[in-house]
């Protein structure tokens, strides 16, 4: 398999056209079963009464726990389509795109909104309740220097399921109160010396030792999937960008998995995801099929059985088949100060203030999907 993969990345270097083995596969399917395959695919802590922001509660390997379910299909949009072909129309058109690497005296701006979920209790009772709020994460990253990275709750806080619901009532419906920001330094994603040809791209990586790599599964497919992901959130553009995108399309298990709706921007784009290490979790990527920018990394929840022995201490029997556990949608990138904001930066959501209380987001289950469905503050 080895020497396979780096055939292929090798051909797409020299300008074949792409192909998996699921574009193969369905050459030689009947089409009425075409296109009816899916691909398989910070630890929880209580708090007595004040939301600790800056905590989130990780699974296994560093996973933020995130939102509720999936908006819209993700099903595979054709019987022809694969993650090859769409990655190589986006590169195509990333590489008409200017590279964005900080000058002297200047740092790359990234601005993204980050699922985070809270347990807590009120008392008397020794029962927990889980929440989520979204916080605003602002990087400022440049080579050989100290960045600064900023944390601050933005969102109104939302109750896991109506079972987490029901306890914060049985205690008094008491409001919650919020946490504070926080920072850190930042690592630099160096896309300036980013390869040019997908082959190249792995080791490349390797090289990278700010990037995190499991002591479990190492440098594996998945490990190669969040790299890229992560290099396309940093500023990666032009002829680099459009090799990530390529490279992609090389790493095993990568399928086309239609459309979804990002959950806190509410973009809509396509989607592709791979098998998380974690068996019953599936990583995943929204792009803009139009302008091949990333919208939104994610996991999902595939099967349920299998993670509840792992996740014992975190909310996971709460949760359906194909809800999203954590996500990071992409506000904007830019060049600017340490510190400041790029002029042509968006309005971003306004912080949590310490000390406030808000009460959090009600949700029932949909008695037909058996989905969960926002219906209004208390």
Do not use: C
């Not at 009947?30 to 939301?51: D, I, W």
């Not at 050989?144 to 008094?172: A, K, L, Y």
């Not at 239609?258 to 396509?270: D, L, P």
């Not at 929204?286 to 975190?314: C, H, W, Y």
């Amino acid at each position: 398999m080895p020497d396979l993969d780096k055939q292929l990345r090798e051909l797409i270097d020299a300008g074949a056209t792409p192909i998996t083995a699921e574009e193969i596969f369905d050459a030689h399917t009947p089409r009425e079963l075409q296109g009816a395959r899916r691909s398989p695919r910070r630890h929880s802590r209580r708090s007595r009464g004040l939301l600790v922001s800056t905590v989130a509660f990780a699974v296994i390997a560093g996973v933020t726990v995130g939102l509720v379910v999936i908006p819209g299909p993700t099903s595979l949009t054709g019987g022809r389509a694969s993650a090859a072909s769409f990655l190589e129309a986006a590169a195509i058109i990333a590489q008409r795109q200017k590279p964005l690497v900080p000058g002297p005296g200047r740092f790359l701006y990234v601005a993204t909104l980050v699922s985070t979920t809270n347990g807590d209790t009120m008392a008397p009772s020794p029962k927990v309740f889980w929440f989520y709020v979204d916080e605003l994460v602002q990087t400022w990253s440049a080579p050989g220097v100290h960045g600064r990275q900023t944390w601050n709750v933005v969102g109104r806080p939302e109750f896991v399921s109506p079972i987490d619901h029901t306890v914060w009532v049985t205690d008094g419906s008491k409001p919650l109160q919020s946490g504070s920001a926080s920072g850190n330094s930042a690592p630099y994603y160096d896309v300036a010396h980013l390869p040019t040809k997908p082959s190249a791209m792995s080791a490349y990586f390797k090289s990278q030792n700010y990037l995190t790599v499991s002591g479990t599964h190492g440098r594996d497919a998945v490990w190669e999937f969040d790299a890229t992901l992560a290099f396309l959130q940093n500023g990666a553009s032009a002829t680099q960008r459009a090799a990530l995108l390529r490279f992609l399309a090389t790493i095993p298990g990568v399928r086309l998995m239609g459309s979804a709706t990002s959950m806190a921007t509410m973009k809509r784009g396509t989607l592709i995801g791979l098998p998380a290490d974690l068996t019953g979790l599936t990583d995943e990527a929204i792009f803009n099929p139009s302008t091949s920018q990333l919208i939104e990394t994610r996991t999902v929840f595939t099967s349920l059985g299998k993670l509840a022995p792992v996740l014992k201490q975190s909310p996971v029997t709460r949760y359906v088949a194909g809800a999203v556990q954590s996500y990071s949608d992409n506000l904007f990138v830019g060049v600017s100060q340490l510190g400041a904001k790029p002029p042509k930066s968006p309005q971003l959501p306004q912080m949590w203030p310490s000390g406030s209380t808000r009460k959090p987001l009600v949700v029932v289950l949909d008695p037909k999907t058996g989905k969960i469905v926002r219906v209004g503050f208390q």
